[in-house]
């Protein structure tokens, strides 16, 4: 069992809530740490941006609350009927994260009937705001999270899975019940790499000349992806058009292969370049091949298009495929000059941070 900085950022959240409520001399504690477990971000940036939208949902849902309950009592339906208003309000405003923190305060708020009402409002509410700016000040202080060492470990693993499959089915030797299993899964995979990249383009240095050093990796791990999403694109042609490859004439099927190998193989080498575990250089002899087996391509395929002894229903459902591996092509080649440019200009300023992954 791994505890990563989120479970320790929220735990010590949920602690310093506790104790704050309980030096401020505040009782029911709990509620600061419910408000607390709730406004957890992950990463500095969001909570920033959210802080003042979970101060103005506290405040709203902590008005309707007392409102309803002054003018129709502490019925459950009148709970539930202002749990919908708070839902609806924060949905129009286009304000869903903050959705269940808005909820809570409501349901604390009316959820204890008592003939002090108000002092009893005011006193759920301060501990709502306890919780909130607890968890502000450990997602400002504590455990700034490592982004980009996470982004490139889960890029590298999920890039890994999606070529293995593309050089099985490029070869004929999948297997395809296995295969339908996994597709699922690298999608799910592809959604999680786009929103931690979403996490690390959030990200922030206080320092100018860090954060343009950072902006330029935003910019190369946004091409990572890209490149990655391609050849998931690509596995998933492959996959659906199946048959058609096999019909395709044997001298195409070894080109696409071929040409598939070079690419995969540039990929895995670019990744590699990056953190240093490749030289510079040998990249450049993968770079002409592409470029020579993406002509060869092309060229074979207008060939067996314009050739009336091949019967073209068989395979013409193929070119979506053809067309994807050369766009796939070109955003490598795009994505290793960036690299270059990346070690080759700003030397002192752009360093990479990526640790060995731990096992």
Do not use: C
């Not at 506790?18 to 740490?33: C, H, M, P, R, T």
């Not at 982004?147 to 590298?156: A, D, G, Q």
């Not at 297997?175 to 979403?198: H, I, N, R, T, W």
């Amino acid at each position: 069992m791994r505890l990563g900085a989120r479970i320790f950022k929220t735990g010590l959240a949920v602690t310093l809530a506790l104790y704050s409520a309980l030096w401020l001399g505040f009782e029911s504690q709990g509620f600061a740490a419910l408000a607390a477990f709730l406004s957890v971000q992950p990463s500095v940036r969001k909570s920033v941006q959210l802080i003042w939208d979970q101060i103005q949902a506290n405040l709203l849902s902590a008005a309707l609350a007392v409102t309803f309950v002054l003018a129709f009592g502490h019925e459950p339906f009148v709970v539930g009927v202002v749990v919908m208003l708070v839902i609806a309000i924060h949905l129009k405003l286009k304000k869903e994260a903050i959705i269940p923190l808005a909820v809570v305060t409501a349901i604390v708020i009316m959820g204890s009937p008592t003939d002090d009402f108000i002092p009893f409002a005011t006193n759920r509410f301060f501990l709502i705001f306890i919780g909130v700016i607890s968890a502000f000040i450990v997602n400002l202080i504590f455990l700034p999270p490592k982004h980009e060492n996470l982004l490139y470990h889960k890029l590298v693993n999920t890039n890994d899975q999606i070529l293995q499959w593309i050089r099985l089915i490029t070869r004929h030797e999948a297997d395809y019940k296995a295969l339908k299993k996994d597709v699922p899964k690298l999608q799910e995979l592809m959604s999680k790499l786009e929103g931690m990249f979403v996490l690390y383009r959030e990200e922030r240095h206080y320092l100018r000349k860090n954060e343009y050093a950072r902006m330029r990796k935003v910019v190369l791990f946004r091409q990572m992806v890209n490149s990655t999403g391609k050849s998931h694109r690509i596995l998933k042609a492959l996959s659906k058009y199946e048959n058609e490859l096999q019909h395709l004439p044997e001298s195409m099927q070894d080109i696409i292969r071929d040409h598939l190998d070079y690419l995969t193989n540039y990929h895995e080498r670019i990744l590699l370049k990056y953190t240093g575990k490749v030289k510079a250089h040998t990249t450049e002899e993968l770079y002409e091949e592409v470029g020579l087996g993406k002509r060869q391509l092309t060229e074979l395929y207008l060939t067996f298009y314009d050739d009336s002894n091949v019967d073209r229903n068989e395979w013409i459902h193929f070119f979506p495929v053809i067309a994807m591996i050369i766009e796939y092509s070109e955003e490598l080649e795009r994505l290793d000059r960036l690299v270059d440019g990346f070690f080759t200009f700003h030397r002192s300023e752009n360093k990479v941070k990526i640790r060995e992954k731990e096992v």
